[in-house]
């Protein structure tokens, strides 16, 4: 955080009365990591029972490089984006931009029955863990949290496309558990497996992307 400091930063703080925070952490890190390109580099969620919940990403631009951090604090009822760049010219369209975003998918979930909004928290949910997935990899983590990531993201994916044709992913993803459990446990994948699954999470996070607009069209 203290690099991010040093740069100028454009911050946007919305109120939110429903739904729960966790679902508004969801829709909010949907909101800044559902385009190409956008790596998560930290993240938090509170435990506890009053909610909060952090992630930052970044994303590489042409002109320079951008992070994002989202904050959720259910005390506040308050969701933060704030964004650094060395070049602060597009950083107020920016903020400008998800904040309309964020305010128009969290308009579409409170719209949705109680039934599609629990398939879309799922897929929410198997958005975050291919990122967490990525993030685990290339921070050498070990295997058991790999393992998590993609297992978390293939039953939430399941549970939301529940009633529908099997869709590929669920394959791919029960395939690759396979795979990769037969390596150590307390161990980082080898470098080379680690890369090829980094690889193939893309198509899953695609996948999971296409069922999030589906209910947010």
Known sequence: MEEMDDRPKISRTL???????????RLAWYVVAGKP?????????????????????SEKSDDSDINIRVWVEEAQRSVEFTLWAEDESALEMMADGMADLFED???????????????????????????RLIFEILNKAPL????????????????????????????TTSA????????????PLPGDIAMELAKKSVEWKKA??????????
């Open 15 to 25: 109120s939110y009365d429903r739904p729960e925070s966790s679902v508004i952490f």
């Open 37 to 57: 390109g956008v790596i998560l580099s930290e993240y938090s969620e509170a435990e506890s029972q009053i909610f909060k919940g952090k992630a930052i990403f």
């Open 105 to 131: 998918v969290v308009e579409k979930y409170n719209g949705l029955s109680e039934d599609d909004q629990g398939k879309l928290k799922r897929a929410l949910t198997a958005k975050m863990c291919w990122d």
């Open 144 to 171: 058991g949290s790999v393992y998590f990531q993609v297992a978390h993201g293939r039953e939430m994916l399941i549970k939301a496309t529940e009633g529908e044709e099997v869709q590929t992913t669920s394959l």
């Open 176 to 187: 690759w558990l396979s795979k990769i459990e037969e390596y150590p446990d307390e161990e």
């Open 208 to 217: 999971t992307h296409s069922v999030i607009q589906e209910y947010l069209k």
